[in-house]
């Protein structure tokens, strides 16, 4: 029998991200001669609540034909995001409707939650003590409303077994297409991914597509610092320069900085070359030699360290990534 999937699908859901589950795994079928063409994976849709209608964050809504009852058959329950998650979201706790649907749940089953769906299995304790992740817009919120999660919000999904979580929405379909590959194998997930026309595999993860401001100023004594530092980015900048700038002494200049900014001078001016080199990457055609001097990281194999560290891409990925036309 295919494996059975359900998608719970909760008031104020994301159409998108309920449909990515039926879109893969509806359509991941063998590829091998003795199991060619078959599904692999039957995917149904239930509600916590008797049939009936589910609103949408969109002007309509769908009409669920399965209740709660329907996840004590599911070999794999799969949560998508919703923006009416109540006290779920503000408290960190189920609703009595959503706890006696999990109540369904039979022991071992997979759990998996797309974007803000893993607010519904963290406030279910399946992911007490466990790495997670979520939309990076919600990461912080989401640390703060679950201590004992470990929350990583840099990658695009997290694999911890029999629980799995992934970033938002589009990187729902990385997930998806991951189980894929680590239920029945490359060449069935390559397949899937051919006809849904996504890659197989992206690389990197959330950091290239979170823009990461300097957090705002409490004070303003090495204003002048940071100003001169901003305009003169693509030459040595070294920290006494820095300092007299402020006419301070580098150890006075440090701890000033630090308290101001939150992170040290040098980690500052590292964090400002990145977001210059991938605003040069966004919007010009400059070969990646002239992004590194310009950026002020000199050469193309320090440029690549940076941000591979940074974001898990390469300089050449992410142009491909956030730049259309010649590269």
């Known amino acids: 029998m295919p494996h059975r999937i359900a998608v719970l699908a909760l008031d104020g859901l994301l159409p998108f991200e309920l449909g990515i589950p039926q879109r893969i ?19 149904v849709t239930c509600s916590v609540r008797p049939p009936g209608p ?50 369904h749940i039979r022991p071992g089953t997979r759990m998996v939650s797309i974007c803000t ?42 694999d911890d077994g029999d629980v799995l979580t992934s970033a938002g929405v589009a990187a729902g379909i990385d997930l998806c297409l991951h189980i894929v590959r680590r239920d029945h194998g490359t060449a069935v997930a390559n397949d899937v991914a051919r006809r849904t026309v996504v890659p197989p595999h992206r690389d990197g993860g959330q950091a290239q597509y979170i823009r990461r401001p300097v957090p705002e100023n409490r004070f303003a004594t090495t204003t002048t610092a940071r100003t001169w530092a901003l ?22 200049f440090t701890r000033r900085f630090r308290e101001e900014v939150g992170v040290s001078p040098v980690q500052w001016l590292t964090r400002q070359r990145i977001e210059r080199a991938r605003h040069l990457l966004e919007s010009t ?25 940074a974001l898990g891409v390469s300089p050449t990925v992410y142009r491909r990534t956030f730049r259309t036309g010649r590269v």
């Open 25 to 43: 795994f509806g359509r991941s079928f063998g590829v091998e001669p003795h199991d060619e063409g078959r599904s692999l994976y039957e995917v």
């Open 54 to 103: 589910v609103r949408t964050d969109a002007d309509f809504t769908i009409t669920v034909e399965r209740g709660p009852e329907t996840l004590a058959t599911a070999d794999t329950v799969v949560i998508p995001a919703s923006y009416e998650l109540g006290p779920v979201y503000t408290e960190g706790r189920l609703t009595d409707e959503l706890a006696a649907a999990f109540a």
């Open 117 to 158: 769906g893993s607010y519904v299995l963290a406030a279910a304790g399946y992911l007490d003590g466990r790495p997670a992740t979520t939309h990076w817009w919600h990461a912080d919120h989401f640390q703060q409303l679950f201590p004992g999660v470990r929350v990583d919000p840099d990658v695009l999904f997290i």
């Open 231 to 252: 305009g003169r980015l693509e030459r040595p900048i070294l920290l006494r320069d820095m300092a007299q700038q402020e006419s301070m002494s580098v150890r006075t």
């Open 285 to 309: 055609d400059l070969s990646i030699d002239q992004v590194a001097r310009d950026a002020g990281f000199g050469t193309p194999t320090s440029l690549r360290q940076h941000l591979q560290a």
